[in-house]
């Protein structure tokens, strides 16, 4: 009788120990399932397939300038790319990979962000790049980001003062691929325009005196003017520029991501310490 009641006891205790370990087996599993299914199941169905690449990548790929100060200029002594759209970038890559150098910045030039985005050598696009419904053809756009409006740039005491001095006989310089171009051909039809590879080129040739003024984005502009101040922006902006972040066409999962990051930075002051930063006072709300 001991002997079964113990005997039964010990079933008992041993019953409940299977249980306890069956018990926290299944917590585990349950935990591991939903960590697991969670990340996995979440991350499937949420994520769109650019964003598991990117996840499984761990690096974000960012198309950006190297040769426009303020935006995206590469210090040749440091190597080190900074601007405006860099911090925009890493941001969106601490939103999307939990840290802000998992990233790699590749050169990209007006003429070739779309290009280069849609043979997939970049995730997106941070590159003074202005929304329009042409290019809305073959990207899809972020939100705005920055709005900027285009100008002329020239050499102190031109005659050129602004877009109502540029005539047919003008000799404009640009960058190619840029909307300024067609823009300013837009507003002075028969203008003389040259077009470089990249604006630090095109300022080059200004100052060379292949041209009378170099025309794109105002901000693109006093980041020149910047660097020498025997050039100076003259006259009102003629155009808008609202910039946004390019990526191929049927990512609305990366948009997402994108416009969350804006939102995120918006709310909590960073967007406005970037752009203070940079470019000077925040924009009035
Ligand atoms: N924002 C204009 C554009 O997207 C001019 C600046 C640039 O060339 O990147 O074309």
Known sequence: ???????KWLS????????????CGNNNNA???SAASGGNAAGNAADSAAIAKIKERGKLLVG????????????PASGNVEGFDIDISKAIAKHILGDENAIELKEVTSKT?????NNGEIDMVVATM??????KKEVDFSDVYFQAGQSLLVKKGSPITGLESVTKDTKILGSKGATS?????????GVTVLEFDNYQDAFAALKAGQGDALTTDDAILYGMASQDDGYEVVGKPFTDEPYGIAVQKGNTDVVKAINDTLAELKANGEYDA???KWIGKAPAK
């Open 113 to 117: 962000r779309i290009p280069m985005l």
């Open 130 to 135: 202005t929304i329009t419904e042409e290019r």
């Open 31 to 33: 935990g591991n399932n």
């Open 64 to 75: 950006v300038k190297y040769d426009t100060r303020l935006f995206g200029l590469k210090d």
């Open 181 to 189: 171009i067609k823009n300013i051909k837009e507003k002075v039809p």
């Open 12 to 23: 008992v205790l041993m019953v409940a120990a299977l249980f306890v370990i069956a018990g």
């Open 274 to 276: 970037i752009y203070t």
């Open 1 to 7: 009788m001991n002997k079964f009641k113990s005997f």
